[in-house]
């Protein structure tokens, strides 16, 4: 199973998650106007430079746009993703 199949969604604590290997990265949203707001992307430090943050908010982002919803991208991490990957621009209002 891929790190992305691992994602899901938490909606009772608004975020997404990723556990790997007993640690657990997530992303924080709200709703605002119609869009998801991500706010903010923590990645434990077992986990740092493995690849981690990216499939999170890879994962968050492609659960979003399955919705049919768009991102308010506030957390810097989704943000700087989001430019770095431009098949998420539009996704942006």
């Known amino acids: 199973m891929s790190l992305h ?3 899901r969604n938490n ?3 608004g975020r997404y998650e990723l556990t790997v290997a007993g640690a657990t990265a ?4 709200d709703r ?4 998801i707001a991500l706010t903010h992307t923590e990645v434990p430090g077992s986990l740092t430079g493995q690849g981690v943050g990216s499939e999170l ?6 659960d979003i746009r399955s919705r049919g919803m768009k991102v308010l991208p506030l ?3 989704i943000e700087s993703y989001i430019k770095r ?3 998420y621009r539009d996704l942006v209002d």
């Open 75 to 77: 957390c810097t991490f």
């Open 85 to 87: 990957h431009p098949e």
């Open 26 to 29: 997530f992303v924080t949203y």
């Open 11 to 13: 909606e009772d604590l």
């Open 57 to 62: 908010a890879k994962g968050a982002l492609d």
């Open 32 to 35: 605002r106007e119609g869009k």
């Open 5 to 7: 199949e691992k994602l």
